[in-house]
């Protein structure tokens, strides 16, 4: 066997490992974006969005009423359902992990830092997702360029 017909054999069998722990870390990724949607789609916008008493006595208490309650309500739901599109999901996860910086300040400076470590353990998933799907940022600037 020659040593072009040697490296041609073994190539596939190293593509197809690399393969298919690929599509094991995209599976993964795909499901902790479906996770993190559904997050912050129910879990944390529709309480918000159905002006929720808890909800509502916590904006009233930040100083934001139910204005700013319904703003982050609308903000995390575009947020979930963003995480969902491919061309958005990076910039979503991005956007989330600002409001996520912003719940962290709020959170330490009106309510005394209780549940202030949630936004920070919500951060790390979003910069994942952020940085494995960078990509989409570069084929979201292109549609808006091609757009302009």
């Known amino acids: ?3 072009t017909t040697a490296r041609v054999a073994s190539a596939p ?5 690399a393969t298919a722990r690929g599509r094991r870390a995209r599976i993964a990724l795909r499901t902790l974006q479906v996770l993190l949607a559904l997050f912050y789609g129910i879990a944390s916008a529709l309480p918000k969005l159905i ?3 808890y909800a509502a006595d916590a904006f009233d208490k930040i100083g934001w009423g139910s204005t700013g ?10 947020g979930a359902v963003a995480l969902l599109i491919p061309v958005l999901q990076s910039v979503a ?4 992990s600002g409001l996520m910086v912003g719940a962290f300040v709020v959170q330490t400076t009106v309510f005394d830092g ?3 470590v949630t936004p920070l353990i919500l951060i790390v998933p979003l910069a994942l ?3 494995a799907r960078r990509g989409s940022t570069g084929e ?5 360029r091609r757009r302009v």
């Open 1 to 3: 066997m020659s040593e």
């Open 13 to 17: 069998v190293v593509a197809e490992s």
């Open 51 to 53: 002006g929720n008493h």
């Open 69 to 78: 309650m319904y703003t982050i309500g609308a903000l995390e739901l575009a």
């Open 93 to 96: 996860a991005i956007a989330l």
């Open 114 to 116: 209780q549940n202030a």
């Open 129 to 131: 997702i952020a940085w």
């Open 140 to 144: 979201l600037l292109k549609l808006v």
